[in-house]
């Protein structure tokens, strides 16, 4: 048998994490901010990180967004500036990567940046199919208890109520957008701004085997998954400046996971005074911060419309279990994606190499949900690992 004590392990700032409404957070300060090109703005505080917040927030006028990297445009062969080509390890089976939702490893392209040693960028890694069945968990599996969502501490949900079933019934009202974020294994406390080691939920085992995934891509081969915050963004959300730097291993690496709409990312240094460099972040992305990079200032200042629906375009995506390329119909995997009911286990994840155009076809989000909110929000999973491997938490009796 395993107990716990109710003692307090360590505090923490995860609640910098939570995504808010633009609305929300809108004051005098905020609504000041300097006009041109962020390089220009002026710095009265050195607080750097927060000027170029506030610049890529604004919406009149609109910031320049010209400078802002890129990776979809780099190439894995040459450097380009602060952009530097990342050479991953791979040992995974096509099994494997099938079951995670990932694409053959020889489509993958990864960089890091010269200026931010530490960050890794994957350029989606996912299937069109992987991507919908991530948002579905998200969505449809993951708010539920034991889970704790911002609905829960608002009391917008009555005990047994499915926040995603409420909205397929067409009983949510405007619940959709209310859910702002769902936490999983080690729960944050949001008053006391701690963790305690008695209470957390079972971390998802296919959500940790997919973080242990692509942290062995990266080197870290011990790593395990055991705290994770979902964060649903609408186009008025952003999250603030901050750091993660609560949990006991920091030097296991921060993993963030993107699908739906686009944001632009702000990676600064440890100090608020370092200037951030801004990067487009778009559906199906891996954001990696390790090493010097673990400890930096980030924060997302601004949603933006997503240029394509990564989620239904198969033409350039295989499936890491095949070996040819087939366009896809998303028929098949609509049903999956329409499913309201809760799974305490992920369903399979539907191969688009599997779907012939044979099935029929139907327009990107017809009869989909799932679809429908990545066409207008975004979800980001943020990874990490809480304690260093081996290490026996105070308060625990075997």
């Known amino acids: 048998m395993r107990g716990c004590s109710s003692v307090v392990i ?35 505080n050195h607080d750097v990180i927060k000027e170029r917040f506030k610049y890529f927030k604004r919406r009149k006028p609109p910031p320049d967004l010209s400078q802002v990297i890129d990776f979809d445009h780099a190439t894995a062969e040459a450097s380009l500036g602060s952009v530097v080509p990342y050479q991953l390890n791979f040992s995974e089976d096509k099994d494997v990567l099938q079951e995670c939702g990932l694409t053959n490893p020889t489509e993958w392209k990864a960089f890091t940046l010269s200026t931010h040693p530490g960050l890794i960028f994957i350029c989606n890694p996912f299937t069109a199919s992987g991507q919908r069945h991530w ?24 005990p047994g109520e499915n926040w995603w079933k409420l909205c397929m019934d067409g009983a949510g009202g405007s619940l959709m957008k209310k859910l702002r974020w769902v936490t999983l294994g080690f729960h944050h406390d949001w008053h006391s701004k701690l963790y305690n080691m008695c209470d957390r939920s079972p971390f998802p085992a296919d959500l940790a085997r997919l973080a242990a995934l692509l942290a062995r891509c990266v080197g870290f081969a011990d790593y395990a998954a055991e705290a994770a915050i979902v964060n649903m963004y609408h186009a008025d959300s952003t999250l603030a400046p901050h750091t993660d730097h609560s949990e006991w291993d920091m030097t296991a690496p921060l993993l963030s996971l993107s699908f739906g709409q686009s944001a632009i990312f702000l990676l ?54 095949c070996d040819t390329l087939r366009v896809a119909s998303p028929k098949q995997a609509r049903h999956a994606g329409a499913d309201a009911e809760p799974r305490c286990s992920p369903g399979a994840i539907l191969c688009e190499c599997d779907v012939t155009e044979a099935s029929g076809d139907v327009t990107a989000e017809e009869g989909d949900p799932v679809a429908a909110y990545l066409g207008r929000s975004r979800i980001n999973i943020n990874v990490r690992q809480v304690f260093q491997r081996g290490q026996v938490l105070h308060g625990e009796t075997h």
């Open 10 to 44: 360590f505090c923490c700032a995860f609640s910098a994490c939570c995504v808010v409404s633009e609305a929300s957070t809108m004051d005098p300060e905020d609504m000041e901010v300097e006009s041109g090109n962020p390089s220009n703005v002026l710095n009265h």
């Open 268 to 321: 600064g240094g440890e100090d608020r005074a370092d200037a951030p460099a801004a990067m487009f972040v778009r559906s199906g992305d891996v954001i990696i911060m390790a090493n010097q990079c673990r400890k930096s200032y980030h924060s997302v200042p601004r949603i933006l419309s997503a240029g394509d629906a990564r989620w239904h375009d198969s033409k350039r995506k295989r499936c890491g279990g």
């Open 135 to 158: 948002a579905g968990r998200c969505l449809r599996d993951l708010p539920c208890h034991p889970n704790r969502t911002n609905l829960d501490a608002q009391g917008l949900l009555q």
